[in-house]
Nanobody, 122 residues
Framework: VQLQACGGGLVQAGGSLRLSCAAS????????IAWFRQAPGMERVFVAG???????VHSGSVKGRWTVSRDNTKNIMYLQMSDLKPEETAIYYC?????????????????WGQGTLVTVSS
């Protein structure tokens, strides 16, 4: 499966953005898809994910502010981000896994998009 993330940009603290991850390939709907972010010099960190049945997991740091969703008819996953903070500046990646459940370990995702940069100014 191929993934392409987009929707990043420059936003002021407190603002909102919606990221999209377009997937292509066979049976995309069976994959668990997740968002990760990676700041300069830091590890890739789990943000949110959604499994093939629509079950969602959000990290504690974004729960209540951000929402992950997917549209299997369009093979697109979204990350609606609100109340953005400067420390959330990072490259955001979407990853795909066939393991079923949403997990936070980046090593469990075998396919990755190219990433989209989100910059939050203070």
């Amino acid at each position: 499966v191929q993934l392409q993330a987009c929707g990043g940009g420059l936003v002021q603290a407190g603002g909102s953005l919606r990221l999209s991850c377009a997937a292509s390939g066979r049976t995309v709907s069976v994959y668990t898809i997740a968002w990760f972010r990676q700041a300069p010099g830091m590890e890739r960190v789990f943000v949110a994910g959604v499994d093939r049945y629509g079950g969602k997991v959000h990290s504690g740091s974004v729960k209540g502010r951000w929402t992950v969703s997917r549209d299997n008819t369009k093979n697109i996953m979204y990350l609606q981000m609100s109340d953005l903070k400067p420390e959330e500046t990072a490259i955001y990646y979407c990853g795909a896994s066939l393991l079923g459940e949403v997990v936070s370990a980046s090593s469990r995702y075998m396919y990755w998009g190219q990433g989209t940069l989100v910059t939050v100014s203070s």
